[in-house]
């Protein structure tokens, strides 16, 4: 899949299901644009950044607590954002990385 498809489908995937996303399919999202997801330093927190993207220090969100809960919408409006801004420089590490 070229780079510009995984983009948009991620982008659509976040916002077709904003409501209603567990922890694990955004980190897995996530990891398939070359995020590297880890644990922060509270339960549930999440924290996630990019080798490939320069501009990019981190990004994080709150998985609540349970076996894979739902993240609140207002995590994923975040990360739809931080995608957007860097849309250019993920699409071009996409390109490199097929």
Request: proline letters at 3%.
């Amino acid at each position: 899949m070229n780079a510009k498809l995984r983009f948009e489908e991620a982008i659509e995937t976040l916002q077709r299901r904003k409501t209603s996303l567990c922890c694990e399919e955004v980190k897995s999202l996530l990891v398939d644009l070359g995020f590297e997801v880890r644990d922060g330093k509270q339960g549930g927190h999440k924290i996630f950044v990019h080798q490939g993207l320069p501009s990019f220090m981190s990004g994080s969100f709150n998985c609540g607590h349970g076996k894979n809960p739902e993240i609140k919408p207002a995590y994923i409006l975040k990360i739809i954002q931080i995608l957007k801004h860097h849309r250019d420089e993920l699409e071009e590490y996409l390109e490199k990385t097929s």
